[in-house]
């Protein structure tokens, strides 16, 4: 299926995320390993891979210079999630929804 070009930045994935769970956009890209912040930064990173194009190095690199590894875990397990728990599927759809509304 061919998408149209998305004009969808790093900036406004990372301050919707923040903005949704309310945190800072510092905190989200952080080395913080508080359960809810990774949460929120795991769920940031499967919509980067949804909504960009971004390599998994690049969107490691969004988030302070992590490994390209920690990206994939992140996308897989919240691909995972999504279909476990109604709550990360809802989250996950919310925040898609208000990156392409760039609300």
Request: aromatic share 8%; glycine share 6%; with cysteine.
């Amino acid at each position: 299926a061919s998408r149209q070009p998305r004009r969808i930045t790093a900036q406004q994935i990372l301050a919707t995320t923040a903005d949704y769970f309310g945190f800072g956009i510092d905190e989200i890209c952080g080395p913080s390993r508080r359960r809810p912040l990774v949460n929120a930064r795991q769920i940031s990173m499967y919509v980067f891979r949804d909504l960009t194009d971004f390599s998994y190095p690049a969107i490691a690199r969004e988030f302070g210079g992590r490994d390209h590894t920690t990206v994939i875990h992140a996308v897989e397990k919240i691909a995972a999630l999504m279909k476990e728990r109604r709550q990360i599927y809802d989250q996950v759809t919310e925040l898609i929804v208000r990156v392409r509304s760039g609300e």
